[in-house]
């Protein structure tokens, strides 16, 4: 059984940085690949980037690219999601989400290809 539990969000300056990590707490998780979304408030959920299960390919929206970096820990059953640069437009509750593929591609961005979420962890910039 996969269970996720995220942490690190907070409040930060425009300009500033956080570090997101999500732990799961199940045995496959060296198996899958996992994936960070977002919501706004008033807003769908929105893809931010996907690790694969070897943390060797990463795929990121094009509006965090550069600014964003998707990493890995399997012997920490551990992802991480490292921020940097951030704008007030990052703002929002940040998920981690977990799918039985192991690869990552572009149906990486669907919440559909992912079958476990964690409980989110408020990110908010302020400008």
């Known amino acids: 059984q996969v269970q996720l539990v995220e942490s690190g969000g907070g409040l930060v300056q425009a300009g500033g940085s956080l570090r997101l990590s999500c732990a799961d707490s199940?045995?496959?998780?060296?198996?899958?690949?996992m994936g960070w979304f977002r919501q706004a408030p008033g807003k769908e959920r929105e893809f931010v980037a996907a690790?694969?299960?070897?943390?060797?390919?990463?795929y990121y929206d094009d509006s965090v690219r550069g600014r964003f970096t998707i990493s890995r820990d399997n012997a920490k059953n551990t992802v991480y999601l490292q921020m940097d640069s951030l704008k007030p437009q990052d703002t929002g509750i940040y998920y981690c989400?977990?799918?039985?593929?192991?690869?990552?591609?572009?149906?990486?961005?669907?919440?559909?290809?992912?079958?476990?979420w964690g409980q989110g962890t408020q990110v908010t910039v302020s400008s």
């Open positions: 989400a977990s799918t039985p593929q192991g690869t990552v591609h572009p149906g990486s961005s669907s919440w559909r290809s992912y079958d476990f």
């Open positions: 199940g045995r496959t998780f060296g198996s899958r690949a």
């Open positions: 690790i694969n299960w070897g943390g060797t390919t990463t």
